[in-house]
Structures are given as C-alpha cells and as structure tokens.
C-alpha cells in the first residue's frame, strides 16, 4: 500500500496529498511522513533528537488535524525537522495518541528543505475509512 502521495489541482495557493494506512496507526505515521517530506528531504536530517506528541480526541480527523499542527509547531517553535515517526493509538471512549518525533534543528547548508508550512487548513480536509483501510486528504498552507 502507498503511505501517500501529492495531489495536484485540488489548491492552487496551497499544497495538498493524500495519505494511506490499514490502520489508524499506519494512516498517522503516513501523514506525517507526506507532512515531514514536504517539509525537508529526511534523507537529509540526522535523528539527533527526540519529541514527544501526546494528544488525545473523540474524532480521528481532529485528532490527526491536531498531531500534524504540532509537528510545524516544532518546525516553527524549536526550528526542528524530522526523519521519522512512531505512533501509537489507543481508543476507549476517546482517542489517545503518543507519538515519537526523531530529527534535529533546521540546517540550510545541510538539509535539503521544502515548502515552508504554515499550516493545516480544513480546506478539503477528510478522513475516511476505506475498503483497504484508511485514507486522508490534507491541504497545507503555505
């Protein structure tokens, strides 16, 4: 299964892609990775330092709204870039996410940067469950 790929002609002020997992776990560390890969070629970043995300929500689609905007969060609070992800998720009557970040502070002579994010947007927003698992449309503004 593709963990995502980029969309073309759903924005044109912004960037969009889709993400993909048989599972909400999958579908999250995806997301991240379409978000981390807009961002910075994380063949270039060095996993030097560890954040630690921990969300919780009764709705899926908030909840990863909410962990993809504190991933640029630590991009624009910390000025850190990341290489990967772990996510866990559990559910009771609630949503609970903890996620490991693994990167290291912005360097422009070493990392090969991307489109600076500002933001998810709801703009074309969705989060749905498939016939193969999951799947995630997300439009980021830039």
Partial sequence: ????????GITFADYAYEAYGKNEK???????FGLIN????PKTVKSKKRKEIKLENK?????????LEEIIYYKDADNMVFCSTKVS???????????????EEIDQKKHKLGIDVKAVTYHNY?????????????VLDV
């Fill in 1 to 8: 299964m593709k963990k995502f790929k980029f969309l073309e």
């Fill in 26 to 32: 999958e579908l999250f560390e995806n997301a991240a």
């Fill in 38 to 41: 807009s961002m910075v070629d």
């Fill in 59 to 67: 709705e899926i689609e908030k909840l990863l709204f909410d962990f």
């Fill in 89 to 103: 998720i559990k559910k009771d009557s609630t949503f609970h996410l903890i996620a490991i970040l693994n990167g």
């Fill in 126 to 138: 969705n989060v749905e469950k498939t016939k193969r698992g999951w799947k995630a449309t997300i």
